[in-house]
């Protein structure tokens, strides 16, 4: 899910069971990940991008440092 208040977005998934972490890809259009790549420890994030569309996806991350397939794209827009 996404929510955009006052230009800060707001992105949370379900946890997956047995991650260690979990990389945010983010980009200029779906699939993309030319804009950010970013590995962090909790299922959700939060940023203050500027204004645009941005197409975010996630994968669970192993200990061992392998990832599974992208969730499902997101666009998120901040006006």
């Known amino acids: 899910t996404s929510t ?3 230009g800060r977005v707001t992105i949370n998934w379900p946890a997956v069971p047995g991650a260690a972490g979990y ?3 983010a ?3 779906q ?3 030319n ?3 970013s590995a962090i420890t909790t ?3 939060q940023a203050s991008p500027g204004r645009g569309q941005y197409w975010v996806r996630a994968r ?3 200990a061992c440092g392998a990832l599974s397939s992208p969730s499902p794209d ?3 827009t901040v006006p």
Request: hydrophobic share 55%; charged share 10%.
């Open 4 to 6: 955009v208040v006052n």
């Open 23 to 25: 990389v945010i890809e």
């Open 27 to 29: 980009g200029s259009s």
């Open 31 to 33: 699939g993309a990940s």
């Open 35 to 37: 804009l950010l790549v």
């Open 43 to 45: 299922p959700g994030v």
């Open 60 to 62: 669970a991350r192993s």
């Open 74 to 76: 997101i666009l998120v």
